[in-house]
């Protein structure tokens, strides 16, 4: 099965720190993205990669930057954390099969 | 730029009704379409996809989709409601298979005795 693997299931972080969610994907895809999960909004991209060194800026890509160094991993970065960025993250990889998502970090600042 | 706009954050059945939840797509080029299900503290699952082909789509757990051009939508449906089906639904548009994904807003379907 592929699999999209999160490095945290549960992040508690506090305003003002740098945070690293980290996501590796097993399955040699091209593309992988990068949602946060609100109630009520679905799911908003905030960056999405299609190669290594490579990346675009999603719809909400605001007080957050992107890392694909190899190309099965793709790394969120919070560069100052605050209190509106708590919520679920999604990360994601797509071929041409489908994509497949993996399991979310719920990230609280405090 | 695509978009997808589900009307209705929140849909209530009773058992045995048919379930009717709307999306519709904005996209400059022929879309590949989805439909998510999400059930409590679980991650994403997919229900069924448009590539190409036949506009009508089934996919697990008894749900159907059809996608009409004209209408610019891709509305999901199942005949008859389980308390089972109680989850939240995505419907989500693509430019090609793999590429850049975008969400609606997500509509929760709640399922009465």
């Known amino acids: 099965d592929v699999k999209v693997t999160q490095s945290s299931r549960y992040l508690v972080k506090r305003t003002g720190e740098k945070v690293f969610l980290e996501c590796v994907q097993d399955m040699d895809h091209e593309n992988m993205f990068w949602y946060r999960q609100d109630p009520g909004l679905g799911l908003r991209l905030i960056y999405f990669?299609?190669?290594?060194?490579?990346?675009e800026k999603g719809d909400i890509p605001e007080g957050y930057s992107v890392s694909r160094e190899k190309k099965e991993r793709f790394s969120l970065i919070l560069e100052s954390a605050s209190t509106n960025q708590t919520s679920m993250y999604l990360c994601a990889s797509g071929g041409n099969y489908g994509y497949t998502f993996g399991s979310g970090t719920r990230l609280t600042v405090v | 730029a695509q978009s997808v706009t589900q009307l209705g954050s929140h849909v209530s059945v009773s058992e045995g009704a048919l379930v009717l939840l709307r999306c519709n797509y904005s996209s400059s080029v022929p879309p590949y379409l989805f439909w998510y299900v999400q059930y409590p503290n679980q991650g994403l699952q997919l229900l069924l996809k448009y590539t190409t082909g036949a506009t009508l789509v089934k996919g697990i757990n008894g749900f159907e989709a059809e996608f009409k051009k004209s209408e610019t939508s891709f509305h999901l449906t199942k005949p008859s409601a389980h308390m089972s089906d109680a989850a939240e639904y995505f419907c989500a548009v693509s430019e090609y298979q793999g590429g850049k994904l975008i969400f609606g807003q997500g509509t929760e379907l709640s399922v009465k005795p």
């Open positions: 990669s299609y190669d290594v060194k490579m990346k």
